[in-house]
């Protein structure tokens, strides 16, 4: 595609020059909240002027949503199924054995599966777990994989902060000093801002006295403010920090191939086990250096204090990733993720100037290794905090503004779109199976819940009076009624999924407090439009108009507010 292209108009002689690329990205920036708000409002008028068609088209919708429930619910077990199973292994071992020798630890495996003896003494999860080993050490064996020794693996840990507190700071430094992997191979950098002032100085001398010795490397940089082609994002942030890192790594004599980068949220607080179990998945996987490696974040750190309304947003994301994780094919990275140094080097580290820095580096990623790159789930959990602040109404503005910084990862299409056209070895399936997934999932995370809440009634107050003389319009509001009770069956599920991922009551709560977290769920309908639909419409207007969003940081409070 040329970069510009000028058109010259034979009456006047003037000549206009076209900017093609830019002009491509601001019409494909067009069409997200295009196809959203043509279909709310093209459903709204036709309402008016043809009730009978559109009051077909909610039952069928209304299917439509049950049929995908079905099927998210059984996803969504599937996958807590596979984190239950996960999170008894003895990751740690695991690494030791598969780095000494494949075929004695492969002997060792298959010894204990024909011993029966040792089969009967054996729990049914232990069961499934050494099956599964037993697979993977085949396919490991077969495959050719050379495993790296994983005492030569290394993980760079980038917290990147702006005014969270040192108590919000010390709890997810305290959960990596917990880990079972080797501490002197964890390399951690937490990444302050210079525009904050004295107090981030403050608070950066308390950690160095702190946790300087308790790491292989332990680091606090101060990103400059108003550094040209930047904004203050997260990626900003994180560049300037593990380029402050790699020097110091490098005179360790530490490669560059054995390490593995952690961008994590300054809350998020890692899984005892997280490294160990990522370091085994790198060490045996065929194609390392084309994956980014994705745990399961649960918003469980302060829970219990947060609202009714900012539990079930917050769980509600857990469950979309983990459903997410049952389909690789078209898994992003969002939030706290890993992948390789040697991937984040080629692609010239995160982009500088986006919100949305966690979604964006896979489509780098993806792009530069001409399609061949994808996204690993990790059964395991590393929790962060739910929307939280200082009252209940400042919470709820802050949640909003939460899922419209989710949702602004539209902003990542045109991007997207643009590589794809201008890559043509990428695969066309690959092409497509990302562009479609991406609208698809936008365009539903903005228009359904309205639809199901709002535009349904639509025809019954406005139909007129031909169409109130219908069968169908008798028949609607029970049938739209029946198919949403049976789909709301499935929020039992998730009622019954939240308790189970609960991390343990605090003492100052009683045992009422399960009532509570249970009878949320009947909040759902109206949170997934108040709180989810909504942000994400908005932000796809923004992208329509070409307004830009601005990163906002979500107040990670540990404080109780009133609420149910």
């Known amino acids: 595609m040329p970069n510009h292209q000028t058109t010259t108009n034979s009456f006047t002689g003037l000549s206009l020059e076209f900017d093609m690329p830019a002009l491509g990205h601001r019409l494909l920036e067009i069409i997200p909240g295009l196809m959203s708000w043509t279909t709310l409002i093209g459903l709204s008028i036709l309402a008016f002027v043809a009730p009978f068609w559109i009051a077909v088209f909610i039952i ?92 030569q693996i290394h993980h760079i840990i980038l917290l990147s902060t702006y005014n969270e507190s040192i108590e919000v700071l010390r709890t997810s430094l305290d959960s990596l000093t917990d880990s079972t992997f080797p501490l002197n191979r964890l390399h951690v950098c937490v990444g302050f ?65 054995h390490t593995i980068v952690n961008n994590f949220d300054s809350d998020t607080v890692a899984n005892p086990d997280y490294f160990s179990y990522l370091t085994y998945t790198f060490i045996t996987h065929p194609d390392r250096y084309h994956v980014s490696y994705q745990p399961l974040p649960m918003y469980n750190n302060n829970v219990w204090d947060a609202p009714a309304f900012s539990r079930v947003i917050a769980t ?121 997934r991406t609208l698809e999932g936008h365009f539903s995370w903005a228009t359904a819940p309205i639809i199901v809440a709002g535009l349904g009634w639509l025809p019954i107050f406005f139909g007129g009076p031909v169409f109130h003389d219908t069968v169908l319009s008798y028949s609607l509001p029970f049938t739209a009624r029946a198919i949403m009770t049976i789909a709301m069956l499935g929020l039992l599920i998730s009622t019954a999924l939240s308790l189970l991922l609960l991390p343990v009551k605090p003492r100052k709560y009683s045992r009422w407090r399960y009532i509570t977290m249970s009878l949320q769920w009947a909040l759902f309908p109206i949170i997934a439009t108040v709180l989810s639909a909504f942000p994400a419409l908005d932000a796809e207007t923004r992208l329509l108009l070409g307004r830009d969003l601005s990163f906002n940081v979500t107040s990670k409070s540990r404080r109780r507010v009133s609420s149910t």
């Open 60 to 151: 069928i919708f209304d299917v439509y949503i049950l049929i995908r429930g079905i099927y998210m619910s059984v996803h969504l077990v599937y996958a807590y199924l596979r984190l239950r199973k996960m999170t008894s292994i003895n990751w740690i071992e695991r690494c030791q054995k598969v780095s000494s020798s494949i075929p004695e630890y492969l002997k060792q495996v298959e010894s204990k599966l024909h011993n029966s003896s040792i089969q009967d003494s054996l729990a049914r999860r232990q069961k499934w777990q050494l099956r599964q080993l037993h697979q993977n050490l085949r396919q490991i064996q077969t495959s050719g994989v050379k495993v790296i020794p994983w005492d």
């Open 193 to 257: 801002e210079e525009r904050v002032g004295e107090s981030a100085q403050i608070r950066a001398r308390q950690l160095r006295q702190e946790y300087e010795q308790k790491f292989g490397t332990f680091l606090t940089t101060f990103h400059p403010d108003g550094l040209p082609d930047e904004k203050p994002v997260k990626s900003a942030n994180a560049s300037w920090a593990i380029k402050k890192l790699e020097p110091i790594l490098i005179k360790k004599g530490i490669s560059i191939r």
């Open 316 to 436: 509600g994301s857990t469950f979309w990733q983990m459903i997410e994780s049952t389909r690789p094919e078209r898994l992003v990275t969002f939030s706290s993720h890993a992948m390789s140094l040697t991937a984040l080097k080629d692609v010239g580290y995160w982009q500088r100037d986006i919100v949305s820095e966690d979604s964006r580096i896979f489509w780098q990623c993806l792009l530069y290794y001409q399609g061949h790159y994808r996204t690993e789930p990790l059964y395991i959990s590393i929790s962060m905090d739910a929307a939280l602040d200082d009252s209940w109404w400042k919470t709820l503005k802050n949640q909003y503004r939460q899922k419209r910084r989710w949702a602004w990862g539209i902003e990542n299409f045109p991007f997207m779109a643009l590589g794809f056209y201008r890559h043509k070895n990428i695969p066309r399936r690959v092409k497509w199976t990302y562009t479609l």
